[in-house]
């Protein structure tokens, strides 16, 4: 599989000079494709921090990034002092099960989990969990519904302007009438998963939908009338004509739908975690601006900081897979 | 998780045919051995909301000291994003409790915004909030104010003072504009009474006609700002001055953008501030629960007024975290430790302006519930006349002072309290003696609300309707 | 003689929103088993119309089409199509796209070993044999239409229709493949309607020649019987005064008789 190395242009370039094989060639290339990025950032750095002196808010300066990296340090360390903590917990918690049990033979002891709070590492895991239930969701929904309006003109042109009305339509607009209805609908005594991680993945659903309907619809209708020639003469039924023919050949447009999906999934689960206050970065960052301490926006910046990269990863999977599945490998670029 | 359902009933069914044993068996048995009568929560895994407030204070120390968990009780503490998600979330049950204003568990039950039926068996603190104004007012207003002999103005500084700076821009035809934090929360009765005492109208609400903005006829425009938005929001001249809880007072003299004028223990000496809130529903499917929860919360109270507010700098410590209040310890401390800061540099020392435990704070009064109450009808949130029964038993059906007792006697027996700490349970009425130490001097006495209506020239009287 | 494919008055409208547009007339053919035909005529002219009308894509609004006794009204894979771009599914091999068909055609009919081989035996015969594990991007056009042939062969129709099959490629390769296609249509003895608007190749593949009239309302102008020698060679037929006066005939039709008035 030579997916993972076209991604990383550099790294032939590398073994080729660990080789000795070419070595002027192979270090211009090296410089082209880690050298001038790593200029980029580095002048970034410095404009930052430059910049950074200059803001004064009422929290103090803004912070640069030595001050984003001590707080990204100390996020971490908090994080391991928690797990210390939360051994402490199990522990009492046994002892105390124990003690009722020898009290009350027929007590059936239960673990509880921890109830300190969240640290940094805890709540990114929250949010990737969140975003990929809504984005997972979303394309169940999504493929199916563009292939179906796909293969019609009359559906395509009725579902149209549906989609276009809601496809705009913010993630704020949308979380309270989720809120309200997730509170109508979802009622349990002990719900397997809290409210607030249902309406932020629903809200994330909702907004991530589109793309993907509007790209699978678009990639289905435009299949080369040759190939559902083909399929008209082989007589194929419906299911394997979708099977066989329609899904391949949208597979391309599938994934431009399912990657814009998974962008805007990501960045609108940070605003819905805001407000509906799932414990993941989205919360993070309200925490920290209501905390309004001389560490918060240090600390909100690493949550930026880490909100950029984990996009910027996600897309690049999304792309790897795209690499991995479609036939049509021109175009998963970029 | 069926597994754990099936645990917590056949806990729950075990826990009640021992408390028959035990009733069957006799006191006797109960006195000689406590472990034998100990009673298990029928709920053990609580989550708790609060707003980054340092008067959440009583909710960390109870994590943080382990008397939830001396209860059986294992909590996790969440803050909110703002009052209105903190209700909701309580009312739907996504919160089994949380730190609320007080005239959060009185609105939501007569039906003020949200309707739903709130009640409260802890208080959870006194006094804690202050009114700031812009850099401009205040040079606008300083002229008025009596000095004392070194210079600094005669505190506490009355609305009077204000009230020709009002009158100035009314002329100027420029509208007069405060934050406070939410329309039921103790800031905006606070904030109304300071206004209204120096004569400034704070306006009417007329929820029956549509009208929630509580503007009209007013003086001063009050809107609702989140407390942490305060500071920004002045500097940014959208209004020009609100009334908030710590830090954010506080903030506005490091800032050097605005100037606190009053705290509101001037406004009304150890009033009542923010009470700890649980659905009826709530509190009638676990009882047990409930009285554990308050048990751990008073003995966390008593911990911060303790040793002459000796373990205060170590509960900033905790409160500096950024899971509670996360503000800067200095900042914390500047309130939490007994000092206020007015004009930069005229520190003065304010002992009581955080009180947790001290003065019975944590005891549920009627008579502060009543007191809440008179203020919503003043201001026409409450839009119909109401008679005095009323108020007492919508008091009665949201304080609970009798979960209160039941909880301290059991802390008493225990021994992890003494009951000199405490009401007499046996002789107390919920209501405290009339109290006179307001701004205005007017007294107020819970057993008469109406007549105490009458006595402000601001205000709804009894009859009166928008 | 018993005709196999029989189109009789066959005419087609194409609704427009000024009204119906007939594109083709009266159009009447009677095809016998084993025989080649060319379609020719200027672009425009119908001749893929009438290929798509038999082919089952289209349906006549006039007339129709009867295929050995029974009349055609969907498309099927007994009249097998060979596309112009050969239209093979790119996400496929050559041996998978082949496999689509046979798997539709034989399923239950053939065993899975048999499939195997019958694949594999109608890719040799396009000379494909060493290149079936290859996926349409990784081939040249020509071999590409080959596997199109091979897999339009492996459905064993009755009709094979072929629509300007060798247009898009260059002169050489498509000399090669109308060679294939002799050998294998001499082999297996199929019947054929092939497209064209080349004259030569007309001529060289043909039994007879079909030359259509300019739309609107295009019908057969007249039929040419080509009656060369089997097997032919291209190389002999270029001195043959028979071949180039087949050739001039197709040639008059289409530049005198027929001659396309070109509107911008």
């Not at chain 1, 699978?216 to 979708?242: E, K, M, Q």
């Not at chain 1, 999977?317 to 795209?322: A, G, K, R």
């Not at chain 3, 015969?125 to 020509?142: Q, T, W």
């Not at chain 3, 009755?158 to 300007?164: A, I, K, Q, T």
Request: with cysteine; hydrophobic share 40%; glycine share 8%.
């Amino acid at each position: 599989m030579n997916i993972s190395l076209s991604n990383v242009a550099w790294l032939e370039p590398v073994v080729n000079v660990a080789k000795g094989k070419n070595v002027g060639t192979n270090l211009q290339i090296i410089f082209k494709s880690l050298g001038i990025p790593l200029v980029g950032i580095l002048v970034f750095l410095v404009l930052w921090s430059i910049a950074a002196d200059r803001i004064d808010t009422s929290l103090g300066k803004f912070p640069g990034p030595g001050e984003v990296a001590t707080q990204a340090k100390g996020l971490i360390k908090e994080h391991n002092a928690e797990r210390i903590k939360a051994v402490a917990f199990y522990e009492r918690q046994e002892i105390r099960n124990a003690e009722r049990s020898a009290a009350d033979p027929t007590y059936e002891a239960t673990i509880r989990p921890y109830t300190g709070k969240p640290t940094y590492i805890d709540q990114i895991f929250t949010s990737l969990i969140t975003v990929m239930s809504g984005f997972i969701l979303a394309s169940i929904i999504a493929i199916p519904l563009g292939i179906v309006i796909g293969l019609s003109e009359n559906l395509y042109s009725a579902f149209n302007p549906i989609i276009q009305v809601f496809k705009p339509v913010s993630p704020l607009a949308w979380l309270p009438i989720v809120t309200m209805v997730v509170s109508a609908v979802y009622v349990s005594d002990d719900p397997m998963f809290p409210k607030s991680f249902i309406t932020s993945m629903i809200t994330v659903m909702l907004c991530c939908l589109w793309p993907t309907v509007i790209n699978t619809a678009v990639g289905v209708a435009s299949i080369s009338r040759d190939l559902i020639n083909v399929s008209d003469v082989l007589r194929l039924s419906y299911f394997t004509h979708i099977r066989k023919i329609v899904i391949p050949a949208s597979i391309p447009m599938v994934f431009t739908g399912l990657r814009l999906s998974l962008s805007i999934a990501w960045m609108v689960l940070i605003a819905a975690e805001m407000l509906a206050q799932n414990p993941g970065l989205g919360k993070f960052v309200w925490d920290e601006f209501q905390n309004g301490s001389s560490d918060s926006m240090g600390r909100i910046m690493v949550a930026i900081v880490t909100i950029g990269l984990i996009g910027f990863a996600l897309d690049r999977l999304m792309l790897m897979l795209q690499r991995y599945v479609s036939w049509d490998k021109s175009s998963a670029t970029r | 998780m069926r597994q754990v359902i099936t645990n917590r009933r056949s806990a729950f069914k075990c826990a009640c045919i021992r408390s028959v044993l035990v009733l069957a068996t006799g006191f006797a048995a109960m006195s000689s051995s406590l472990a034998s009568a100990v009673e298990y929560a029928e709920k053990e895994e609580l989550k708790f909301g609060f707003i980054k407030l340092t008067d959440m204070a009583p909710l960390a120390i109870a994590y943080e000291k382990g008397y939830f968990e001396d209860e059986g009780l294992y909590v996790t503490l969440e803050a909110q994003a703002n009052w209105k998600v903190l209700l909701d979330r309580t009312i739907d049950g996504q919160l089994d409790g949380a730190h609320m204003l007080a005239g959060q568990p009185l609105g939501a039950t007569i039906g003020f915004g949200t309707q739903a039926h709130i009640i409260t068996a802890f208080s959870m603190d006194l006094n804690g909030n202050g009114i700031t104004v812009s850099n401009d007012i205040w040079e606008q207003m300083k002229p008025h104010i009596p000095k004392q002999a070194d210079g600094k103005p005669v505190h506490p500084i009355k609305a009077d003072a204000l009230k020709p700076v009002v009158d100035k821009l009314k002329a100027e035809g420029k509208p007069f504009k405060m934050g406070m934090v939410f329309p039921v929360s103790t800031h905006n009765y606070e904030l109304r009474y300071w206004l209204a005492a120096g004569g400034i109208h704070p306006g009417y609400y007329a929820p029956h006609k549509g009208d929630t903005s509580g503007n009209i006829n007013a003086d001063a425009l009050l809107s609702v700002t989140p407390p942490p938005q305060m500071p920004a929001t002045m500097e940014a001249g959208t209004i020009h001055g609100y009334c908030v809880g710590e830090p954010w007072n506080q903030q506005a003299v490091f800032k050097g953008i605005g100037v606190p004028v009053i705290t509101d223990y001037e406004i009304w000496k150890n009033n009542p501030e923010k009470v700890f809130g649980v659905s009826k529903e709530w509190a009638d499917k676990y009882p047990i629960t409930h009285k554990k929860v308050v048990k751990a919360l008073i003995r966390a109270a008593y911990w911060l007024d303790a040793n002459d507010n000796g373990n205060r700098p170590e509960a900033v410590k905790i409160l500096s975290k950024p899971n509670y209040v996360g503000a800067d310890y200095d900042v914390i401390a500047n309130s939490m430790t007994g000092t206020f800061e007015y004009e930069k540099g005229d520190k003065r020392a304010v002992p009581d302006f955080n009180v947790f435990f001290r003065y019975n704070a944590t005891y549920p009064y009627y008579s502060d519930a009543i007191w809440y109450l008179t203020q919503m009808r003043r201001w026409g949130q409450i839009s119909e006349p109401k008679s005095d029964e009323w108020f007492m038993e919508t008091a009665k059906k949201v304080y609970r002072p009798d979960i209160y007792a039941s909880a301290a006697k059991e802390l008493i027996k225990e021994g992890k309290l003494s009951a000199k700490d405490f009401p007499d349970f046996a002789t107390e009425t919920g209501f405290k003696p009339p109290q006179t130490e307001f701004i205005d001097e007017i007294t107020y006495d819970g057993t008469q609300p109406n007549a105490y209506l009458k006595k402000f020239s601001i205000g709804l009287k009894s009859d009166e309707k928008i | 003689m018993n005709p196999l494919l029989e189109l009789s008055d066959v005419g087609i409208d194409f609704p427009t929103p000024n009204g119906p547009f007939c594109a083709l007339q009266g159009v009447n053919l009677k095809i016998a088993k084993g025989e080649f035909i060319s379609l020719i005529g200027h672009s425009g002219c119908g001749k893929s119309t009438v290929l798509n009308i038999v082919a089952g894509l289209y349906k006549a609004t006039n007339g129709g089409v009867v295929l050995a006794g029974k009349e055609v009204n969907e498309p099927g894979p007994e009249r097998a199509v060979v596309f112009q771009n050969h239209s093979l599914l790119p996400w496929l091999t050559a041996y998978q796209n082949v496999e689509l068909a046979v798997q539709k055609v034989f399923k239950g009919k053939k065993s899975k070993a048999e499939m195997k081989a019958w694949i594999e035996h109608n890719l040799n015969l396009v000379h494909m044999g060493h290149a079936m594990h290859k996926r349409p991007d990784e081939i040249s056009g020509g071999m590409k239409q080959r596997v199109g042939i091979a897999r339009a062969l492996s459905m064993e129709p009755s009709v094979l229709l072929l629509d300007e099959p060798f247009g898009a490629l260059d002169a050489l390769t498509r000399a090669h493949l109308q060679d294939s296609l002799m050998e294998i249509q001499k082999d297996l003895d199929s019947t054929v309607i092939m497209i064209t608007h080349d004259v030569d190749e007309a001529v060289l593949l043909s039994d007879r020649i079909v030359m259509m009239t300019n739309g609107p309302s295009a019908t057969v102008g007249e039929i040419l019987h080509v009656e060369l020698e089997r097997p032919r060679n291209r190389i002999q037929l270029a001195d043959d005064p028979t071949y180039n006066k087949y050739r001039q005939q197709v040639l008059s039709f289409l530049y005198e008789k027929q001659r396309k008035v070109e509107t911008a």
